[in-house]
C-alpha cells in the first residue's frame, strides 16, 4: 500500500472526468473487490452484499441501458443533462462496479429474528454502504477515481436480465471508475465541533 489508510480516506473523492485506463489488471481488480467483500462486516454476519464488476463492452451495455432507461422516464430536459454526465463523465471510466443487497437472505432473517424485522433491510444497505466506501478508498489507494451513482431502481430489471443476475438481488448502487484526468474542487467542510461530541462523564 502507497498510501496509508488516512491518507487514502483524506484523497478519495467524487471524480467525475475518468478515462478508459485502468491502474490494476482484470485480476488485481477482482482481488481489490473480493479483499473488500471478505473484510467488510455485516450485521448478523449476514453477508448480503453482492458486487458486480463490469469492463469492457459491459459497461458500455450498463450506461446504454441507464440512457435507453431514463430516456423514456425523465422529462427531455432532465435527460439531457443526464446524457451528457453519461456520455462526458461515467461510460468514459474503464469499468463500473455494480452493488447489489441479496434480500433473500434478508427475508429469511426478518421471519428468523422478527424483533428486528425493520432494521435489517437497513442494515443491508448499512453494510453496502460499508463495501462501496471500502472499495472507493482501495480504487483511489491503487491510483484510480471513481464516483457512486444511483440509477435504480429505474434500471434495475433491465441490468439484472442484461447479466442473468438473480430477481432477489436489489441494486443499490453504481460506481464508475477509471484514472482520473482532473481533480475534483474544493469540498466545503461543516466545522468538526458541529459534529463531533466527547463526553467523559
Ligand atoms: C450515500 C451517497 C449517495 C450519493 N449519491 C450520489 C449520486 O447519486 N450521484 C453523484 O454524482 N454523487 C453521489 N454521491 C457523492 C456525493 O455527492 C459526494 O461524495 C459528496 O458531495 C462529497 O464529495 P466527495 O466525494 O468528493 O468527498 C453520493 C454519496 C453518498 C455518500
Redesign the pocket.
Known sequence: MTKSFKEALKA???F?QIDNISTLSEKELLDLIRFAVEHVPSAFNSQTTRVVLLTDEAHQKLWKIVKNTLRKHVPEAAFAKTEQKIDGSFSCGYGTILYFEDMSIVHALQEQFPTYKDNFPIWAEQTD?MHQLTIWTMLEEAGMGA????YNPLIDDEVRAAWDLPAHWKLI?QMPFGIPVAQ?GE?EVMPLDKRVFAFTD
Open positions: 478519495r473523492r467524487t467525475y454502504a464516483s457512486l451513482q444511483h448502487a475534483p469540498k
